[in-house]
Nanobody, 118 residues
C-alpha cells in the first residue's frame, strides 16, 4: 500500500505563485508515477501534471505549472501566474503508469485547497 500526503496549499492573490509538495510512503517501489489533479467546485477532477519517479521528463498541461521530483519519493507542483480559475482542491496521486486518466492512479491524497483571489 502506498500513501501520499499533499502539503502547501493556501490563499494567494492573482498573479502570485504557490508550491505544493506530495510525499509518498509505503510500498513506493511498486509505483512509478506520481501526478497532480485538481477539482474546482462544480467541475470534474482534471489532470494537471505527472512524472515518473524513476526518471524522465515531467508532463504538464499548463506552461504556468511545473512538476518536479526529488530522490525521496516527493513530487512538487510549482504554480506561477495564478488566476482565480485555478482555485480548486489539488490532489496528489500515485500509479504504475503515466496517464492523464485519473482511473490509472491507485493511491490518492486527501487534497489541499488552493484559493486564488482576484
Amino acid at each position: 500500500q502506498v500513501h501520499v500526503v499533499e502539503s502547501g496549499g493556501g490563499l494567494v492573490q492573482a498573479g502570485g505563485s504557490l508550491s505544493l509538495s506530495c510525499a509518498a510512503s509505503g510500498r513506493t517501489s511498486s509505483h512509478y508515477v506520481m501526478g497532480w489533479f485538481r477539482q474546482a467546485p462544480g467541475k470534474e477532477r482534471e489532470f494537471v501534471g505527472a512524472m515518473s519517479m524513476s526518471g524522465g521528463e515531467p508532463y504538464n498541461t499548463d506552461s504556468r505549472f511545473a512538476v518536479s521530483r526529488d530522490n525521496d519519493n516527493t513530487i512538487y507542483l510549482q504554480m506561477n501566474s495564478l488566476k482565480p480559475d485555478d482555485t480548486a482542491v489539488y490532489y496528489c496521486a500515485a500509479g504504475p503508469r503515466l496517464s492523464t486518466d485519473q482511473r490509472r492512479y491507485t493511491s490518492w491524497g486527501q487534497g489541499t485547497q488552493v484559493t486564488v483571489s482576484s
